[in-house]
């Protein structure tokens, strides 16, 4: 039975006044549970379109719903991300002067969550991505996979449904891209209800999508299309 | 971690800007709580020589620009003493010299020797002057102590030399900081013959106070009626324009601390774009954003605050035995004092912080995000 988590029709993200059609008529629905991957040269919109579901842009015109909520109409964008979305950066953007665990806390600042619960969740998170012993460093002295993976966990803080992520595996070498792919997978089979869509270049990272969608200019190039992982 | 944990951690990691802040707070409380302490003291001194003597109430001439300005003519002495109700009225002429450069503010009370005991006087050493006395003095047991004086002691006054011939005290700071001696002689030699600076008044049982004094203003107009500390402020302009340049003080105070406290917050806020768009995108409302950047400046002004009073007690000590204060003023801290700082800091670092953390609330996650 169909369960459209994100629903994008005929969207667009213009800046400059319109000289600039980052998305140009998108249209796409994701599932819920389906991990999404989004590739495409630079500038063809994908990190922009990523935006736009967090709700940290708004689209210029066209419809998306997210979970059901119209992003043009969100009277509360910052309730609505900590709530529904987790976000993953490229660059992972952690707080340099905070240690690992109290980098995932800050996400729960706001929620209902005690400070020994948010602490006892920062914990949990860490240990389910391996760093339970890094838990109190700063990132300054993690490498990137380990960043990453924090990030992943803060990005994961207060379960919500659809993780975003703009190029995680970008920064990368091979083994932290291998391990980040295992997290994922891992992280499909406890919690199938959760929604992914993986902005990537990576050709590996795509492959273990559901689907991938290919885009250019703004757009989508075909329909997406199931990967070649997924449909073995 | 708590909020209050981050809070500190920020402000933890920008160590040197976070201490030249607090400092910039504290220097601010520095300045209004000293000047503030000194003004309370000039005021409380000045007041308690007024209410010296047992006296109901005081009478000066009215409108002068400081109290101790007054003329009164000797005569309107006799005539207060008459007004229904009045049961004492003694004049007393009050002087400051250079007595020397330890002691540049030294206060003279010429009173009649009769008037010691009604104005007040105990004498601790010796005996009083004699009535008709031209080289006898009473010294004040604090001016004593200051000037290492004791009864048979000579004392040099404005080029006059004079034996101590007791020690006296009025229970006040400032009257026990001073020298007595009688009226003729201190209007001998201040060429203010027949002039007295106030009145003392002391009523008789059951008399109306405020009938009393409305009669003596009513009789000379020249003159007012002094009672309370208020009614001091509005009779003493020298101790308005000293009101106004503390209120002055205090405003350009957190004008001037609030300025730093912004430059240094503004600063950090554009080091801490990223930081902010990190918190907006995993969620942070603006509010919370507004919210820890205020607090943050609420720490360092309460650090501030506290360092500031902590700075002002040091200092007033000092000012406390400086030579140009030595004897004449005497600290004293009250609740005000403390608000004082409190205020002021608080108005320093609300002034200072709430431009940078609107900024911060402002910034779109994205594009703070982008910030290099």
Not at chain 1, 193 to 212: K, M, N, Q, S
Not at chain 2, 89 to 98: E, K, N, P, Q
Request: proline share 4%; hydrophobic share 45%.
């Amino acid at each position: 039975m169909s369960d459209p988590v994100i629903e994008a029709a005929d969207l667009h993200k213009h800046f400059d006044g319109g000289l600039v059609r980052a998305v140009d008529g998108l249209d796409i629905v994701v599932e819920r549970g389906e991990m999404l991957g989004v590739t495409g040269p630079s500038g063809c919109g994908k990190s922009t379109f990523l935006h736009m579901v967090a709700a940290l842009t708004r689209p210029t015109s066209g419809k998306l719903l997210v979970e059901g909520q119209d992003i043009l109409g969100l009277s509360d964008p910052s309730s609505f991300r900590r709530d529904r979305i987790g976000l993953v950066f490229q660059l992972h953007n952690l707080l340099p002067h905070l240690t690992a665990r109290e980098n995932v806390e800050v996400a729960m600042f706001g929620t209902r969550l005690s400070r020994r619960r948010r602490r006892q969740r920062a914990r949990t998170l860490l240990h389910d991505v391996d760093l339970s012993d890094q838990e109190e460093r700063p990132p300054t002295r993690l490498s990137g996979g380990e960043r990453q993976r924090v990030a992943l966990a803060r990005a994961l803080a207060n379960e919500p449904p659809i993780l975003l992520a703009d190029e995680p595996t970008g920064s990368l070498d091979v083994r932290s891209v291998d391990r980040t792919l295992d997290l994922l997978a891992r992280l499909r089979r406890e919690r199938p209800e959760l929604t992914i869509v993986l902005v990537t270049h990576d050709p590996r990272v795509a492959g273990a999508c559901d689907r991938v969608l290919h885009m250019a200019d703004g757009r989508a190039t075909d329909s997406p299309v199931r990967s070649r992982s997924t449909e073995a | 971690m708590s909020f209050l944990g981050l809070v500190v951690r920020n402000l933890r990691v920008r160590k040197v800007r976070s201490v030249l802040t607090a400092l910039a707070v504290a220097v601010g409380v520095l300045a209004v709580v000293t000047l503030s302490l000194i003004n309370d003291s000039v005021r409380s001194s000045a007041l308690a020589l007024l209410q010296t003597g047992r006296a109901d109430f005081t009478v000066a001439q009215s409108g002068v620009s400081d109290v101790l300005n007054s003329n009164i003519q000797q005569v309107d002495v006799a005539k207060v003493g008459a007004v229904p109700g009045v049961s004492t009225a003694i004049g007393a002429l009050v002087a400051t010299v250079r007595l020397n450069s330890t002691y540049p503010l030294f206060l003279e009370i010429g009173v009649d020797a009769k008037d010691l005991h009604p104005f007040g006087i105990r004498i601790l050493q010796g005996r009083a002057y004699s009535p008709d006395s031209t080289d006898e003095v009473l010294l004040g047991y604090q001016a004593a102590d200051n000037l290492h004086k004791a009864v048979g002691d000579e004392i040099t006054v404005d080029g006059n030399r004079f034996t101590i011939v007791g020690i006296y005290s009025v229970g006040q700071a400032l009257g026990d900081s001073a020298a007595m001696m009688p009226l003729a002689t201190l209007q001998t030699y201040q060429r203010q013959g027949g002039l007295v600076t106030l009145m003392f008044v002391q009523l008789a049982p059951g008399a109306d106070m405020a009938a009393v004094r409305q009669e003596i203003t009513d009789q000379m107009p020249s003159l007012t009626t002094i009672r309370t500390a208020a009614e001091f402020g509005r009779a003493d302009r020298s101790l308005q324009l000293i009101n106004a340049a503390d209120e002055g003080s205090r405003v350009l105070a957190i004008v001037v601390g609030g300025l730093i406290v912004m430059s240094m917050m503004t600063m950090a806020f554009i080091e801490r774009i990223r930081e902010f768009g990190v918190l907006r995108a995993v969620g942070w409302p603006r509010r919370r954003v507004l919210g820890m950047v205020l607090s943050e400046a609420g720490v360092l002004g309460g650090v501030g605050a506290a360092a500031g009073v902590g700075m002002s007690l040091c200092a007033v000590q000092l000012l406390q035995h400086s030579s140009a204060l030595s004897g004449f003023v005497h600290l004293q801290y009250t609740a005000g004092t403390f608000w004082r700082a409190i205020y002021t800091a608080a108005g320093m670092t609300v002034l200072g912080a709430i431009y940078p953390a609107l900024r911060a609330a402002a910034l779109a996650p994205l594009e703070a995000l982008r910030h290099e």
